[in-house]
């Protein structure tokens, strides 16, 4: 899958306030979009899942990863995401599946801390404009991965996500959405999960893997259903 057809769009089309940054993924080991390339080379994440974080992080995390030599990620949304929903356990894991870990909200933080919601750090004016238009570059993704299953991590997505001019306001865990936007078109299931930076006690993380267990079995009704 070729992401370098969403720098344009990454650059030119997203409303970044002063509190964010564009970056590109320059980070050359495992990790989320866009710091990384989010998905494996040795498997094109195309007609898989789709992961759904919140945002980068901050700048200065990104900066000290990024370039030669390779570095994975190392903060915490990233270690607990690798071990419960790539641990080393085919058939109770995504490891083996198509997967393109990504980002709902683009750019870096300048400053500051990578916890709480970065919407509280910025104009209400200011988070339209920049909401709207990470709204519009998910699609872009949705589009360029064509995902059957969209992991939607934490309360502060759900709370974007969940009204009426995105994916509507009536709550369930799971719904089936299609995405139409420039004359294209895209259905997928989208299910909603914790943020695994929450994931700290033993009991939320055996938790977390029977919710991926279930994103496993999500995903594989509807590829046989696909074939």
């Known amino acids: 899958m070729d992401i370098k057809r969403l720098s344009d769009a990454l650059r030119n089309q997203i409303a970044y ?7 590109e993924p320059g980070i050359l080991g495992q990790g989320f979009y866009p710091g990384c390339r989010g998905f494996s ?21 990104y900066d000290g990863l990024v370039g030669s030599p390779s570095r994975n990620e190392t903060a915490l949304t990233w270690r607990h995401t690798r071990d419960i929903y790539f641990a080393q356990s085919p058939h109770r894991s995504l490891i083996d599946l198509p997967v393109w870990c990504t980002n709902y909200l683009m750019g870096v933080r ?7 919601n970065i919407k509280e750090r910025i104009s209400s004016s200011e988070w339209v404009k920049y909401e709207d238009s990470c709204w519009g570059f998910l699609q872009k993704q949705i589009f360029l991965q064509k995902p059957l299953v969209i992991v939607v991590f934490g309360e502060d997505n759900r709370s974007d996500l969940m009204t009426n001019k995105r994916l509507g306001s ?39 893997r029977i919710e991926v267990k279930r994103i496993r079995e999500l995903y594989e009704s509807q590829a046989q259903g696909n074939r």
């Not at 300048?110 to 709480?116: E, F, I, T, V």
């Open 17 to 23: 306030p002063e509190q964010m940054s564009y970056v």
């Open 41 to 61: 080379s040795q498997r094109s994440p195309l007609g898989g899942v789709m992961l759904l974080g919140r945002d980068f992080g901050v700048k200065s995390y």
């Open 110 to 116: 300048l400053d500051g801390s990578a916890k709480g």
């Open 170 to 208: 009536n709550w369930t865990q799971t719904l089936q959405y299609t995405f139409e936007s420039d004359r294209k078109s895209h259905s997928a299931f989208v299910t909603f999960v914790d943020h695994p930076h929450s994931l700290i006690r033993n009991t939320a993380k055996d938790a977390a």
